[in-house]
């Protein structure tokens, strides 16, 4: 069974008195100063790690690693863990691991979004070359008709059209 809370818990802050207030504000900033003490030592922790694994990919592989970059085609320079890392992935890839696959696409940036992210600025290149084009063939005249935003808009250029007096004016032959 719970048990039933005094009504001493209930006081609010303002209805004790300056001694409890005191003693109450001390163990919160104790508690405070824990959890920012923890929260120091977890981010160095993670800093240190970081830097663990930075350093440890970074370095020239050896043995067998060194020699299977140098299959792989790559110079000395270049024969770090890393390379050894991404490579055996490859391989597991084509093998057929669909978790290769994905974590090796993810890392070069050959995600969905970024597939149509690139998609929308071809677009975009492609329409800007179409205005640039028209406006050539037409000497600059005409009309770009876009609804404001870049997004998803639907652009229309439309030739400039002769005034009827100038068709007027103009012998047909």
Same mark, same amino acid.
């Given at each position: 069974?719970?048990?039933?809370?005094?009504?001493?818990?209930?006081?609010?802050? *303002?209805?004790?008195?300056?001694? +409890?207030?005191?003693?109450?504000?001390?163990? &919160?900033?104790?508690?405070?100063?824990?959890?920012?003490?923890?929260?120091? +030592?977890?981010?160095?922790? #993670?800093?240190?790690? =970081?830097?663990?694994?930075? !350093?440890?990919?970074?370095?020239? *592989?050896?043995?067998?690693?060194?020699?299977?970059?140098?299959?792989? &085609?790559? $110079?000395? &320079?270049?024969?770090? #863990?890393?390379?050894?890392?991404?490579?055996?992935?490859?391989?597991?890839? #084509?093998? &057929?691991?669909?978790?290769?696959?994905?974590?090796?696409?993810?890392?070069?940036?050959?995600? !969905? $979004? +970024?597939?149509?992210?690139?998609?929308?600025?071809?677009?975009?290149?492609?329409?800007?070359? *179409?205005?640039?084009?028209?406006?050539?063939? #037409? /000497?600059?005249?005409?009309?770009?008709?876009?609804? !404001?935003?870049?997004? /998803?808009?639907?652009?229309?250029?439309?030739?400039?059209?002769?005034?009827?007096? =100038?068709? $007027?004016?103009?012998?047909?032959?």
């Amino acid at each position: 069974m719970a048990k039933k809370k005094s009504s001493e818990n209930k006081k609010t802050f *303002a209805d004790r008195t300056k001694e +409890e207030r005191k003693e109450i504000s001390q163990k &919160g900033n104790k508690k405070s100063q824990e959890v920012k003490k923890k929260k120091k +030592e977890y981010l160095e922790q #993670n800093i240190a790690i =970081e830097d663990f694994v930075d !350093g440890l990919l970074k370095k020239t *592989a050896v043995g067998s690693d060194k020699e299977f970059l140098k299959e792989m &085609g790559y $110079e000395d &320079g270049q024969c770090i #863990n890393l390379n050894v890392l991404l490579n055996r992935l490859y391989k597991l890839g #084509n093998r &057929g691991s669909l978790k290769a696959m994905e974590l090796l696409l993810t890392l070069g940036g050959y995600t !969905g $979004e +970024e597939k149509r992210r690139n998609a929308e600025e071809d677009r975009k290149n492609l329409e800007s070359k *179409a205005r640039i084009k028209m406006m050539e063939i #037409n /000497g600059g005249k005409g009309m770009d008709l876009t609804s !404001g935003d870049d997004e /998803g808009s639907v652009v229309i250029y439309l030739p400039e059209i002769e005034s009827e007096e =100038e068709a $007027e004016a103009e012998p047909s032959k």
